[in-house]
């Protein structure tokens, strides 16, 4: 019996590939572009990705469960599909070997400050690359055990309740010098990897579920960003938030603990695990465009070469401002796919239901 993904993985599969590095910086960009009590915003990016996750669901439905490669193929002629799919590639690659740059570059820079970068770069790749060629199931089985190893992380909110100060909330609500149109962009970006549910379809177990379960795993993301972003609007003054790089990151030096000095960088090496499936579901995403191009060619061959091609991209931005440019443009083209590649399947299946019933 072919092994299958459950409800209960997939929900937090789907949370592990949106939290990420991003947590350290979502405070700020929500001061930034929606002014006083920005967290509250969270809440209206959580209605524009559960939309998208709607999008998703009716190609669940029309197409009954089928792999969204047999949709397309069977609509689309080759010449026309293998620039998208080339696209495809480079794009979610080009994603999962930008957030592993980003997060070793942070992790140098308060650790290691004598360490090149490329050098951690190299063995998250080769631990992504294990799981990658693990499979699906195999990287499921890691997040779900990645979840446990950090979810405990949330309670480190009780230890900031002595210092917050509802003032410091103030009682207007998305005032202040903003730019909310591209802000809200480069917000929605900590949202993605949910479009990756679109991958899953011959994955996953109890079909009425699956989606429910990609729901769930939005929510829990929303709700972790939703209650980190208060504690910061209320713990730093707003113009503190609006001028802090990595906000939360600065909430983890504030812990003192008599026996452990710097407690910081230790808590900022536990956000490897979910910035490990982000890149590892990204770069999957590829290797599986990838496979429906060269199918017969072996999956580790196939993660060999991207991975090899983009670690000789990673050299290319060699400081953090540099990285987070190429996320923040990544992620607008990612944008666009999130909410273009479900409505192109569903008109292609809807033209396909139509033939049919002329038939």
Known sequence: MKEKLFPF?????IYMIQSGVVIFSIPRLLAQSFGYNGWASVIIFLGISSFAIY?????????????IFEILEQAIPKFILYPIYTFLV???SLLGCMVAKQYVIIFQMIAFPSTHPMFFKALIDILSFILVVGGVYTIAKASTSFFWMIIWMTLLLFFYFEDFEWARLTTFFFRGDTDMVMGSLDIYNAFLGFELALLLFPYVEKK??????????NIITSLTYLFFSFICFGFYSFGQLTKMKYPLLELLS???????ERIENLLFGFFLFP???????????????AKRMVPKVNVKWHAVVIFGLLYAV???????????????????????VTFGLPLLLIVILWAKKGAMNRE
């Open 275 to 289: 910035a490990l499936i982000t890149i590892v579901m990204y770069m999957w995403a590829a290797v599986e465009v």
């Open 55 to 67: 999008l998703i669901s009716r190609v669940y439905r029309l197409g009954q469960g089928r792999s």
């Open 254 to 260: 504030f812990i003192r603990l008599p026996f452990v």
């Open 208 to 217: 009425g579920k699956f989606m429910k379960a990609v729901y769930a795993g």
């Open 90 to 92: 480079a794009l979610w």
């Open 9 to 13: 993985h997939v929900a937090l599969l």
């Open 314 to 336: 990673s050299w290319i931005p060699d400081v953090i401002g540099e990285v987070e440019q190429w996320l923040q443009y990544l992620g607008y083209v990612e944008t666009s």
